[in-house]
């Protein structure tokens, strides 16, 4: 069965604290995997897709990197601004129509 | 990125009362359109995927004549929630995407309160 994981649940920094976030997942076989930022109340906003083993994307403070079994979220000296949760899903190659499968995310809090 | 816009983002209903939540996809034609359920505290749960114009595929769990799905434009879907209960009471988000290999796009959710 597909299945995603995220940790922390949780994860406090005191802002300028470097850290990263953790999405393991198994799959049948991996067309994408997707960060998604959401704020209380808000829909997921989309941050990077990775689609194979080795690729890296930037912008601003996060970096997302992908390896066989998972991705992490590196957030650089964080402000406060970057307090949300983060998702992070996968789409398998053998699912039909797009479909995502979703961890249960990691609420960040960054503390000035 | 592309926007999805979803109307109302609240809504509050009476008991056995009807309501229906639209998702927009205001510049670009989606191909399939999502539905999902979000418990405080809790991740998505995908409740129904959507083409247009053909039937909405429910995953397992949610009752289809519960939760009605019409697809009707490349932009445009619409949830109805019919006989509402307390129970249904949720955050409810769609998203949108232009082929298998793009990303979801979302919209901004819709919180709903039945009273």
């Known amino acids: 069965e597909d299945q995603v994981t995220q940790s922390p649940e949780a994860l406090r920094l005191q802002e300028g604290e470097s850290s990263s976030l953790n999405c393991s997942y198994t799959?049948?076989?991996?067309?994408?995997l997707f960060w998604y930022r959401q704020d209380p109340g808000k829909g997921p906003e989309f941050l990077f897709t990775?689609?194979?083993a080795g690729e890296e994307k930037e912008k601003e403070r996060l970096k997302a990197t992908l390896t066989k079994k998972e991705s992490f979220l590196h957030i650089t000296a964080p402000k406060p601004e970057d307090s949300a949760t983060y998702l992070c899903?996968?789409?398998?190659?053998?699912?039909?129509?797009?479909?995502?499968?979703f961890g249960q995310g990691t609420e960040l809090s960054v503390k000035p | 990125g592309a926007v999805v816009s979803q109307h109302p983002s609240r809504v509050i209903c009476k008991s056995g009362t009807s309501v229906k939540i639209e998702c927009r996809s205001l510049?670009?034609?989606?191909?399939?359109m999502f539905w999902y359920r979000q418990f405080p505290k809790q991740s998505l749960m995908l409740m129904a995927t959507?083409?247009?114009?053909?039937?909405?595929?429910?995953e397992q769990g949610v009752e289809k004549d519960k939760f009605l799905i019409n697809h009707a434009s490349l932009t445009l879907s619409t949830l109805t929630v019919t006989s509402a209960h307390p129970e249904d009471s949720s955050f409810y988000i769609c998203?949108?995407?232009?082929?298998?290999?793009?990303?979801?796009?979302f919209g901004q959710g819709t919180r709903l309160t039945v009273v």
């Open positions: 510049d670009f034609q989606a191909t399939t």
């Open positions: 899903a996968v789409q398998a190659l053998g699912n039909q129509g797009g479909k995502l499968i």
């Open positions: 990775l689609y194979s």
């Open positions: 998203s949108a995407i232009t082929g298998l290999n793009t990303e979801a796009f």
């Open positions: 959507s083409n247009e114009g053909s039937k909405a595929t429910y």
């Open positions: 799959v049948s076989g991996l067309r994408g």
